[in-house]
């Protein structure tokens, strides 16, 4: 069975820093590029980064409100998915789902596992 | 505001035929691939159309999507209970940079 499951989420004051973490199974990991998305409470869905394979060249993008503040990383070995958050502001408060980009290594296949997301509430 | 504009809400009675939109410009939709994702209230985002009109398997046929230009739409034909959701449509910022944009969303009420 595909999936993806994501922990770390917690209730922080401004100015904090967490890592969350998306664990893999079901799929070959390391062929897949993955992505984080946020859903901030009773909005849409906002991409926030992903990271490609390391076939690739293992390279990060990041939305515009999040660059320098976030990174994303992963281990193959350990078939995770992290996103390290620092200088947590109010408006990060969201759920933070990790998303396969083509689980199966083709990337336009789009975002095709869900976690079932992680709530991080900065207060 | 999301470059992608989706029409808040949508409706229909079951059995009936509904449309959603999402107009974008050049260099989102018009330049690359749109997905639209069905998001059931309390639940994770579920993938329904990838490549502007393919399904992945297990979406039902009732499902489709398609593109003209800039702008893309999702069809449900034969609205059924099960399908009150919110739609979100998605494509790449741009061609470079491969950030991904999501419209506003669409709630659809079967009535």
């Known amino acids: 069975e595909l999936q993806l499951v994501e922990s770390g989420g917690d209730f922080v004051k401004p100015g904090g820093s967490l890592r969350l973490s998306c664990e893999a199974s079901g799929f070959t990991f390391s062929i897949a590029w993955m992505s984080w998305v946020r859903q901030a409470p009773g909005k849409g869905l906002e991409w926030v980064g992903r990271i490609k394979r390391n076939v690739d060249g293992g390279t990060t993008d990041y939305a515009t409100p999040v660059k320098g503040r976030f990174t994303i990383s992963r281990d193959d070995s350990q078939n995770t998915l992290y996103l390290q958050i620092n200088s947590l502001k109010p408006e990060d408060t969201a759920v933070y789902y990790c998303?396969?980009?083509?689980?199966?290594?083709?990337?336009?296949?789009?975002?095709?596992?869900w976690g079932q997301g992680t709530t991080v509430t900065v207060s | 505001q999301s470059l992608l504009t989706q029409t808040p809400s949508a409706s229909g009675t079951p059995g009936q035929r509904v449309a959603i939109s999402c107009s974008g410009s050049s260099s989102n939709i018009g330049g690359n691939y749109v997905y639209w994702y069905q998001q059931v209230p309390g639940t994770a985002p579920k993938l329904l159309i990838y490549r502007n009109n393919q399904r992945p398997s297990g979406v039902p046929d009732r499902f489709s999507g398609s593109k003209s230009g800039t702008s893309a739409s999702l069809v449900i034909s034969g609205l059924r209970s099960e399908d009150e959701a919110h739609y979100y449509c998605?494509?790449?910022?741009?061609?470079?940079?491969?950030?991904?944009?999501f419209g506003g969303g669409t709630k659809v009420t079967v009535l």
């Open positions: 998605a494509t790449w910022g741009d061609s470079l940079s491969g950030h991904v944009v």
């Open positions: 998303t396969t980009e083509g689980y199966g290594g083709d990337y336009y296949s789009g975002m095709d596992v």
